[in-house]
C-alpha cells in the first residue's frame, strides 16, 4: 500500500502562510488527492481535493485562501496556505478520498500571535 508522509507544518502568525507537502511511496498519478485537517475535539474535515489533472475543489472555510496543487512525477502533493486563521490550527494529514489509505503522522500547523 502506498504510504503518506506530510511536512511543512508548524506556527504562524495570523495572516501568515505555509506550504505543506506530502510524498507518496508509491504512484498517486491517476488518483484525486486530498488535504484533511482535524483540530482538537473536532472530527477531521476536507480542506482540499485535487484530481489526477489537478483541478481542485474546497470548501467554503478555505476557499480563496488554500491552494492544492500536484507533482504527479514525484508522487507529492501540496497545500498553500495563506491568510491563516486561528481556526485553521489542527493536524493536516493528506489521503484518497473515498479509497482513503492508511493515516500518516500529518503534520501540526499552530495560528497563533
Known amino acids: 500500500q502506498v504510504q503518506l508522509v506530510e511536512s511543512g507544518g508548524g506556527l504562524v502568525q495570523p495572516g501568515g502562510s505555509l506550504r505543506l507537502s506530502c510524498a507518496a511511496s508509491g504512484s498517486i498519478r491517476f488518483w484525486i488527492m486530498g488535504w484533511y485537517r482535524q483540530a482538537p475535539g473536532k472530527q477531521r474535515e476536507l480542506v482540499a481535493t485535487?484530481?489526477?489533472?489537478?483541478?481542485?475543489y474546497y470548501p467554503d472555510s478555505v476557499k480563496g485562501r488554500f491552494t492544492i496543487s500536484r507533482d504527479n512525477a514525484k508522487n507529492t502533493l501540496y497545500l498553500e496556505m495563506h491568510t491563516l486563521k486561528p481556526e485553521d490550527t489542527a493536524v493536516y494529514y493528506c489521503?484518497?478520498?473515498?479509497?482513503?489509505?492508511?493515516w500518516g503522522q500529518g503534520t501540526q500547523v499552530t495560528v497563533s500571535s
Open positions: 485535487a484530481s489526477a489533472s489537478g483541478a481542485p
Open positions: 489521503n484518497r478520498p473515498k479509497y482513503l489509505l492508511d
